[in-house]
């Protein structure tokens, strides 16, 4: 048994080939300092039951109350998604038991969910096998609140219950069964929380639970309807999401091949094994007896409240990556690698703007130098001095600094590679370094011209071969004629003065 690797993703099989059906539900824990139905908090690495309201306990006669927050967060995630807003939405609840649910029921969003549908664009990776553009569609998003934690390793005969996530908002964001293969639903997942980061309605904290996949997987030969699916509950990164697709289909492939039937239910993913396991058969909506909460009228926007929410969308990220491009003739891979994290895309603009203004240039004379400075300089010194650009020890106003000395003359590419390991490890201005250590680019002619005269009479037999036609050798020239000025000759003058003096 085999899964391809090619743009089209099938499965070989005994009996052929197979494709494989994917839709993700993606719980994303709204930004918002106070939970859905109550004013408990809902920082993150709190003590365990430090953030539980009388509501979030279910205590007798405790009413829930709307987080208008929650609410606004979730309009703009639908607003970023160009998708549908329902002005009149419902709250039902989902019955069942279990023991990390004070109310025996679970406060969600099932017949009439705040956002309708929309959709999504993954663009084409030939590396990861996406042969084209795709939309994927996107069904819906409802507001929910989440549960809390059973802690099975506090005590050996005994678990504990945490309910600090208990009532904390969640949109649960449903997509259309529009993937077919891993790398589709991995970038899908990417994007969504790439999405999410932007507008600021989740911080896609994927290590620490604020979002995480449910993945839907079926298989059928090419053609055929769709087959039964299986879902994996709780998938908290976007490699265990494409590792869950891969191993998931394989298994059914597998099953069916055999002579056996899949079965609808909930499973689970051990990373350590690389396997799904099976967890519970699943339930269908009548299972949880839904229906309208009463202790919650509906919600009704007005369209001053969606249209405020839509005035405070940021420039999104595909719109931004075109604009580098576009206006400010950033590099395609470079603006790629600028606006993946909205962090970065933030530290670049500032840098941009800081540089232009040290510079008395416009920002689109400068944002190919700086943003080719970032990704080539910066991202690697700080990589090697073991920093992430959120806890870099330098500035973006220094870093323009720096950019400004070697715009001006001040200093070479080279000396500027120096100062900035420097400036990572002291925490020092560029100008402070240069004047300290003396790293001026020495831009006088005469000093220059000693240097050459000097590598050229010891270079005798490389001067002779350079004039016999050895033109490549002009760079060793350069190199020599720097290295004996200690990388501080500036490098347009020296190829000057090598020029006339060799003819």
């Known amino acids: 048994m085999s899964s391809t690797a090619t743009s089209t993703y099938r499965i070989q099989g005994a009996t052929g080939e197979w494709e494989v059906v994917i839709g993700l539900e993606v719980h994303a824990q709204v930004t918002s300092n106070a939970k859905l139905f109550s004013g408990a908090a809902t920082a993150f690495g709190a003590e365990p039951n430090a953030q539980v309201s009388l509501v979030d306990a279910a205590m007798p006669g405790m009413l829930p109350v709307p987080n208008r927050e929650c609410i606004r967060q979730a309009v703009r995630t639908g607003l970023a998604i160009e998708a549908q807003i329902n002005k009149w939405s419902r709250f039902d609840r989902k019955n069942y038991f279990y023991a990390d649910l004070p109310q025996g029921y679970q406060i969600s969003q099932l017949y009439h969910p705040l956002v309708g549908e929309g959709s999504l664009l993954i663009e084409a990776d030939e590396k990861a096998g996406i042969a084209e553009d795709k939309v994927i569609g996107i069904e819906r998003i409802h507001v929910e609140q989440d549960a809390g934690k059973l802690m099975h390793d506090q005590h050996p005969t005994m678990s504990f219950v945490d309910l600090n996530r208990s009532g904390v908002a969640l949109m649960e964001i449903v997509s259309r069964p529009d993937m077919r293969s891993p790398a589709e639903a991995g970038a899908y997942l990417a994007k969504l929380r790439q999405i999410v980061r932007y507008v600021g309605s989740c911080d ?3 290590d620490q639970g604020s979002m995480r996949a449910d993945v839907n997987v079926s298989v059928r030969k090419p053609g055929d309807e769709f087959g039964t699916r299986t879902e994996t509950k709780n998938v908290n990164s976007v490699r265990f999401v494409m590792a869950v697709v891969e191993a998931e289909a394989l298994r059914q492939v597998d099953l069916i091949e055999d002579g056996g039937t899949v079965v609808q239910e909930t499973r689970l993913y051990d990373p350590d094994r690389n396997e799904t396991r099976s967890m519970r058969s699943k339930e269908d909506a009548h299972d949880y007896r839904y229906f309208p909460d009463p202790d919650l009228l509906p919600l009704v926007l007005d369209d001053a409240f969606v249209e405020e929410c839509r005035a405070s969308l940021p420039e999104l990220p595909d719109a931004k ?15 790629h690698v600028l606006t993946a994290e909205v962090e970065t895309a933030r530290w670049f603009e500032a840098l941009l703007s800081e540089t232009a203004a040290a510079q008395g240039k416009s920002e689109g004379e400068v944002a190919k130098q700086a943003s080719n400075w970032l990704i080539s300089e910066f991202f690697g010194a700080l990589n090697k001095a073991g920093h992430e650009l959120a806890d870099s020890p330098v500035s973006h106003e220094q870093a323009a600094e720096l950019l400004a000395l070697v715009g001006k003359g001040t200093i070479s590419g080279s000396i500027a590679k120096q100062v900035l390991e420097t400036m990572i490890e002291t925490g020092d201005s560029a100008g402070t370094i240069v004047e300290r250590e003396g790293l001026k680019q ?4 005469g000093a220059i011209e000693a240097a050459v005269d000097k590598v050229l009479a ?8 350079y004039k016999g036609g050895k033109q490549q050798l002009f760079g060793f020239f350069v190199g020599q004629t720097m290295k004996a000025m200690q990388g501080k000759g500036n490098p347009q003058v020296v190829n000057e003065v090598l020029k006339a003096k060799l003819g």
């Open 442 to 445: 020495e831009s006088d002619s």
């Open 458 to 465: 010891d270079n005798a037999d490389k001067v002779a071969d």
């Open 204 to 206: 896609g904290n994927m």
């Open 321 to 335: 990556r075109n604009r580098y491009i576009a206006e400010l003739g950033v590099p395609e891979y470079n603006a």
